[in-house]
């Protein structure tokens, strides 16, 4: 396969001009024999009727007298034989060669050509017919006038070679320019390459189009796309290194000095109650580590890369539900799931849709007093699904509603345990999953309602 783009276009150019010039220098060639043969088929029918006119009587008998020139006209170059015959319409040879290879037609009316072969080479033959009258007499002569065909065949040599000498130049022409053409014309596009191969590795600014032609421009176009969008991860991975080294920062520097302290104790009841503290520190650390990593893969679910497919939230809601029971039940809260549907499918990635439900529902069961009550509800409207968790804690005001969705971001007291990461997971993957948030308050009472809405996908049924 070829791999240039010069050679490409060249072939895409030579294959039809190849074709043409194959096409033209044919037919060029069929008008060099349609010439030639239409000149010396004239040649030999004026030198025929030349002849043809030195036909007279004498004494009561047919005579001839072949004018030196009537043979003149064929003289050529190429030096070719000239023949002729001079026959009555008996038969008898008034004058000429009696061998020649001609058989005329006495009732022709008009010259007749032939193409023969005498001597061993071809020969072109015209044979032409005269009445001649005498005092009530009536005879036909025929008059063959013959020529080989050695100048015939040079004439077309000379005009067909003349065709195809343009024809070749025409096309060298052609490729030349084309050449020339493609290596002024790909100028603009070896300067975005080597703009491209001289720039800073850590530089993501877009490319400059210049003088590129409008053809080529949505390469350059297409390319700053793909730089933004890289420049976009890239400043979402560096905020989100960022963010993991000032939270972690604190808890290792605390857990670092429980440790510290821990070496200096000989006193097993506070050791005990350092060791606790040390515990309760890592086990914050882990479930601040694991929001972290959730939220770096909510971020990524934003890539068309990242694996999607049909979720069913009515069992992922049902599993969600069963693993924080245990937490609902310490608090004494009541938790529990309302729908009418026996299935909701979307299109996204279960294990973020899991985590999306997980983290609303957490959030409600931390934020609820003791004896309060957290809803999930499901449901279905035209071509959305849309779910709701809802309680009867706090709630959020109004004027911070927005913020919480910002990462690190709590509304909460200082001793409630927490991360501020929650609802800002929550968004990615909803943003992923091509849905939308909102929270209210609920119609009834007081709390919070967080309201998820997902494009649902259609339902395929048939008969297998």
Same mark, same amino acid.
């Given at each position: 396969m070829i791999d240039s783009l010069r050679l490409r276009l060249l072939w895409w150019l030579l294959i039809p001009m190849a074709v043409y010039v194959g096409l033209s220098t044919s037919d060029a060639h069929d008008n060099a024999i349609s010439s030639a043969t239409l000149i010396q088929d004239r040649a030999l029918l004026a030198s025929a009727r030349m002849i043809a006119g030195q036909v007279g009587w004498s004494d009561g008998a047919p005579v001839v007298s072949v004018p030196p020139a009537a043979l003149e006209l064929f003289a050529s170059p190429a030096q070719d034989a000239v023949y002729y015959q001079v026959l009555l319409d008996d038969d008898t040879l008034l004058a000429g060669r009696p061998d020649f290879p001609a058989e005329p037609d006495f009732s022709a009316l008009q010259p007749v050509y032939t193409t023969t072969d005498f001597d061993g080479r071809p020969l072109r033959v015209v044979s032409y017919i005269r009445a001649l009258y005498?005092?009530?007499t009536l005879r036909m002569v025929a008059v063959s006038v013959g020529q080989t065909m050695q100048g015939r065949q040079q004439m077309i040599d000379e005009i067909w070679h003349a065709s195809l000498r343009r024809q070749i130049v025409l096309l060298l022409l052609a *490729?030349?320019?084309? @050449?020339?053409? $493609?290596?002024?014309?790909?100028?603009?596009i070896l300067a975005v390459k080597d703009e491209l191969a001289a720039r800073d590795p850590n530089s993501l600014t877009p490319l400059r189009a210049g003088a590129l032609q409008v053809e080529l421009r949505p390469i350059v176009e297409a390319i700053n796309q793909y730089i933004q969008r890289l420049n976009a991860q890239v400043t979402v991975q560096k905020r989100f290194v960022a963010d993991a080294a000032h939270?972690? #920062?604190?808890?290792?520097? %605390?857990i670092d000095s429980q440790i510290q302290f821990a070496r200096q104790i000989d006193d097993p009841? #506070? $050791?005990?109650? +350092? $060791?606790a503290a040390l515990q309760e520190g890592s086990r914050s650390m882990t479930d601040l580590t694991n929001k972290l990593l959730l939220l770096s893969q909510a971020e990524a679910s934003n890539s068309s890369a990242?694996?999607?497919? /049909? @979720?069913d939230l009515v069992a992922v809601a049902a599993t969600v539900l069963e693993e924080l029971a245990g937490l609902a039940l310490k608090k004494g809260i009541d938790l529990g799931l309302e729908t009418t549907l026996a299935d909701a499918v979307v299109n996204g990635n279960e294990a973020q849709l899991a985590g999306m439900l997980m983290n609303l529902i957490d959030n409600a069961l931390r934020y609820t007093p003791e004896g309060g009550k957290v809803t999930v509800a499901l449901a279905k409207q035209r071509d959305q699904v849309i779910v709701s968790v809802s309680d009867n804690g706090p709630g959020i005001p109004a004027e911070v509603r927005e913020r919480v969705f910002e990462?690190?971001?709590?509304?909460?007291? /200082?001793?409630?345990?927490g991360s501020g990461l929650g609802l800002a997971i +929550?968004?990615? *993957? %909803?943003?992923?999953?091509?849905?939308? *948030? %909102?929270?209210? +308050?609920?119609?009834?009472?007081?709390?919070l309602v967080a309201t998820v809405t997902l494009p649902a996908m259609p339902t395929m049924t048939g008969d297998g």
């Open positions: 005498d005092e009530g *490729i030349s320019l084309v @050449v020339l053409g $493609l290596t002024m014309e790909l100028r603009p939270q972690l #920062r604190t808890p290792l520097a %605390v009841a #506070r $050791l005990a109650q +350092v $060791l990242f694996p999607r497919g /049909p @979720v990462r690190f971001y709590r509304n909460a007291a /200082p001793d409630q345990p +929550v968004r990615e *993957i %909803v943003q992923a999953s091509q849905g939308s *948030i %909102v929270l209210d +308050v609920p119609a009834e009472g007081s709390g």
